[in-house]
Every structure is written in C-alpha cells, then in structure tokens.
C-alpha cells in the first residue's frame, strides 16, 4: 500500500498532525495524529454438514473482535504503516487497544500492481489511487502456519482497489480519506467445531477520515 | 340591408377573427422552467408493515446532503454518517439497529450501501424482513442484489454459534488420525514386489 509513501511526500512540507473533525468524531478514527481505518470483514465458509449435504456458516469483523475477547464497540482497523505489510488493530473510543499484527493474530498484505495520481498536494488537493493483491491471513490462536491449531482460522486473497485523498492545505488544515474495497476473497479456513478444512469466500471493505494540521517547518 | 342580417355577418366576421388569432397561438402553455435537479435520490420508505420489527424504532435518517452543500461538504457529511454507522454496527443494541435500517432508506447512495455493511455486521435476523422488502422496491438491481445478499448472509448460522457435539478428545483423536492420513500421503508405502 503506498498510502504512507504519499504522506511521507506531505512530511517534506512539514510535520502533520491530525485532528478530531466531524467525520471522525463518531467513532474517533484518528488517534495519536494517525487515520485508522475502520475494516468490515464478511466470510462465507462451506463444510459437510453429513453425508450427501453441503451447508454454509458466516463471520464477519464483529464476530472476531468479540472472539479475541474484545468489549462490544472494539473495531477492527488498518493502521498506519510503511510497507507493503499493513497492520490491524483493536481500537475502541480513541484508542488503539492492540496490534493484532504484532500479537499473530492477522496478516495483511496489499500489493499494488497499478497506481494512479493526481493534483499536487499540500498545493492542491491529491488522490492517489491503486489496485493490486491483498492477502488477508486471520488466526484466533495465532498460529498463522498451521490452520488447524487455531480454533478458527481463514487465509484469503483477492484482488482489492484502494483510493486515497488530501483536500489542499489551506490555513494550515486539510481532509484526508482512505477507501478500500475487496470483494471477492476466496481461500481455506478452518474451524475446529465444524473438524473440518473448508473453502470461504468473503469480502474486507473500510473507509475513514479527518482533520489534518499542517506546519510548514 | 336588414338589421339583423348586418349583425349576423358582423358576429360572423368577428368570430372568423378569434378563430385566426387562436389558431395562431402556441398549442399549450409553455413548459415551465426545468426544475433544479436534486442531489439527493429519492428512495422508497421503509416497509413498515414486517411483523417480525414492529417492536424496532426506526428513526429517522441523519439529514446528510442537500443541494445547498458543496461538494467537499457534501463528502463530509457522507463520511460523518458513515463513521456513525461503523460504530452502531458494533454494537448490540436496538437503538443501533434502527438507527442502521433508517440509513437503509437515504437518499445518499453512498450511505445506503454503508448501511447495507453495518446491517450484515450487526448480525440481527429482525433486518431480514427489511432488507428483503426493500430489495422488492428498489429499482437498481445492484441494489437489489446488496439487499438480497445481505439477507442471505444474516439468515446463515455464524462459525462461532458453537457446536459442542464433539468433544475436545474426540477433536484431537481426529486431528491425530488427520495427521497420520497426511503423513502416510506423503511417505505412501512401498509397493509391493511383483
């Protein structure tokens, strides 16, 4: 994901910091100066209900934060990052409860094949637009290796479009937001109550914004 | 010539001069000016008559976009609202759920479809009925196809509705017999001397 790359181009202008505006202040997306963006994660697993008969189980996003333990209201989110290697976290009311990355629970990985821009920001107002391949990883006991030592675990991939975009900066204060879609993940899951390797197929969307301040150093 | 006959020919000639003036005239009024073309999509309302949610309040939509907003501000509001419903769709509570169903009918397409995600997170079986009437109404087959498909994914059982008709020692006595079945896969026995 090359988000951050774009960022780093706003950074040679000056520092940025981000700031509560209307569009976040429902769910205070932006903690410690960083955009999260908050991830919906739907899935479809298949599994031999008994012989001869073929049925279909779901999870979503919500499911696995309350899984992993996590109070009701806790989302799931992509946070900031440097690489192609995007970290997911556990945030609730304004504040990151965890890395999930870091813990072994998620693996995420967005490559992008094409990549488009336009504007000049922090002059005008910039999008920066890709699409690539996203392999989204998820284990409830962190063993991303061995599927079946997680009680449920799912590796998926598919093809994902992202678009990123910054108002220009105009009295030291601009927009960001950051939209991505993947809608046909497809992979292997396993769940141990259903003591089955299932396919699943699903899809991972998110979207956030906000305020950012700009200095000019 | 006759009195009478002299008003017969000057009414004649009278209403032979209205029939050219009217026929000259533009057939009809003239249309009205085109009328300022609204942003915002008109949707149709929620059914209100599913047995199954008549308990729901349903709340009315945010006021989101007219067409007094600039486009940034327009973006801004359609982000609002969409953040409001990323965190009703993680909670559990009624007054969540409806405030998700009422943004099902926006007039903002942006929102309706965040609405439809919201819907499927939150996971209650009382939108189904909701969803499905309104994929009946809606005009817009991708949608229609949104709805339905949110409606099929809500109705199936979670993974994590937990199934305890096995037991953990029966789990591992099959995870032993799997791992066995792949080691044998991959080091199959010898075949035997002709």
């Known amino acids: 994901m090359k988000i951050t790359k774009i960022l780093m181009c706003a950074m040679a202008v000056g520092a940025m910091a981000f700031a509560t505006d209307q569009a976040q202040a429902a769910n205070k997306l932006v903690i410690d100066g960083s955009l999260y963006v908050p991830l919906n994660i739907k899935g479809t697993f298949s599994y031999v209900a008994s012989a001869g008969k073929i049925k279909q189980k779901t999870a979503t996003s919500k499911e696995v934060i309350t899984k992993l333990g996590y109070a009701k209201g806790t989302m799931l989110a992509f946070g900031p990052g440097i690489t192609d290697d995007v970290d997911v976290y556990a945030i609730n009311n304004g504040v990151v409860l965890a890395d999930l990355s870091t813990l072994g629970y998620f693996y995420v990985n967005m490559s992008d094949t094409i990549d488009t821009s336009t504007g000049d920001f922090p002059t005008t107002k910039g999008t920066y637009s890709e699409a690539g391949v996203i392999i989204l990883d998820f284990a409830s006991s962190a063993d991303l290796i061995f599927l079946d030592d997680n009680a449920i675990a799912f590796n998926v991939t598919g093809t994902y479009t992202y678009k990123e975009s910054e108002s220009a900066v105009v009295g030291g204060l601009y927009k960001q937001s950051k939209k991505f879609n993947s809608k046909n993940l497809s992979g292997s899951s396993w769940i141990t109550d259903v003591d089955q390797f299932m396919p699943v197929s699903g899809s991972v969307s998110g979207s956030g914004s906000g305020a950012g301040v700009a200095f000019v150093l | ?194």
């Open chain 2, 1 to 194: 010539m006759r009195p009478k006959i002299v008003i017969l020919i000057l009414l004649a000639g009278l209403a032979g001069v209205i029939g050219i003036l009217l026929i000259k005239q533009p057939q009809g009024e003239p249309p009205p000016a085109a009328a300022p073309i609204a942003i915002t999509k008109a949707k149709p309302a929620a059914p209100q008559t599913a047995p199954t949610i008549t308990n729901i309040p349903i709340t009315a939509p945010a006021p989101v976009a007219t067409n007094t907003l600039t486009p940034e501000q327009r973006q801004t509001a359609i982000d609002a609202e969409t953040a409001r419903l990323q965190q009703w769709s993680m909670n559990d509570d009624p007054a969540s759920l409806s405030s998700i169903l009422a943004d099902l009918t926006n007039s903002e397409k942006e929102i309706r479809e965040a609405a439809i995600e919201a819907t499927e997170q939150f996971g209650s079986t009382n939108a189904i009925p909701i969803l499905k009437n309104l994929a009946a109404n809606d005009a817009d087959p991708k949608e229609k196809a949104a709805l339905l498909d949110a409606a099929n994914f809500i109705s199936l059982p979670s993974i994590f509705d937990v199934d305890n008709s096995t037991t953990p020692a029966e789990r591992e006595a099959r995870k032993q017999a799997r791992m066995q079945k792949q080691a044998q896969n991959q080091n199959p026995p010898a075949a035997p001397n002709q």
